[in-house]
């Protein structure tokens, strides 16, 4: 019977140090001490993924251009290869 009552003295003990400290936890950062750096931390990073994102979109935009280039020139070698066809045609 002594047991089971210092049993549950030691279970309510445990249960309210529980409970006081998980409310001190739960309040937030101590006096004095601010979440400045962990802002600033997040905004480097959202900065640094945006400028990512757009050095590749940059870098695909030129390899776009590179190609619509080379399509280009071969399209105006095949209209000069026309151009020379039909000129020595209409000569004869």
Not at 36 to 57: H, I, L, M, T
């Amino acid at each position: 019977m002594l047991a089971a009552q210092t049993l549950r003295s030691a279970v309510r003990v445990q249960s309210r140090t529980f409970a006081v400290s998980a409310r001190i936890a739960s309040e937030g950062m101590p006096a004095g001490h601010s979440n400045d750096g962990f802002k600033k931390r997040e905004q480097a990073q959202e900065a640094n993924y945006v400028r990512q994102a757009e050095k590749e979109k940059l870098a695909n935009l030129r390899k776009s251009i590179e190609a619509s280039k080379a399509h280009l020139a071969e399209l105006e070698k095949s209209h000069n290869e026309l151009e020379k066809s039909i000129g020595k045609d209409s000569k004869q």
